[in-house]
């Protein structure tokens, strides 16, 4: 994470929305002025992005590898 978070067993709980294009996605959100927890991350299984919701909860943007 950008504030130097490890993820860790049983913690950062969150939901996870899938989106069809992700880079689509984030550079809205952006230009809407949204405020991301990390990069864009990619693995084996896609790619995936954690933002805050308004009350600080944490959500994932996930798109499927294809």
């Known amino acids: 994470m950008s ?3 490890q993820p ?3 913690g950062w709980n969150r939901i996870q929305i ?3 294009d992700l880079e ?3 550079t809205k959100l952006k230009r809407e002025g949204h ?3 990390s ?3 990619i693995g084996n299984g896609g790619k995936q992005v954690l933002i ?3 009350s600080g ?3 994932e943007l996930f798109e499927p590898a294809k």
């Open 52 to 54: 805050d919701d308004p």
């Open 3 to 5: 504030d130097g978070q």
């Open 18 to 20: 899938e989106v069809d």
């Open 57 to 59: 909860n944490p959500i």
């Open 24 to 26: 689509e996605t984030v």
């Open 8 to 10: 860790a067993p049983g």
């Open 35 to 37: 405020n991301f927890s």
């Open 39 to 41: 990069d864009v991350i």
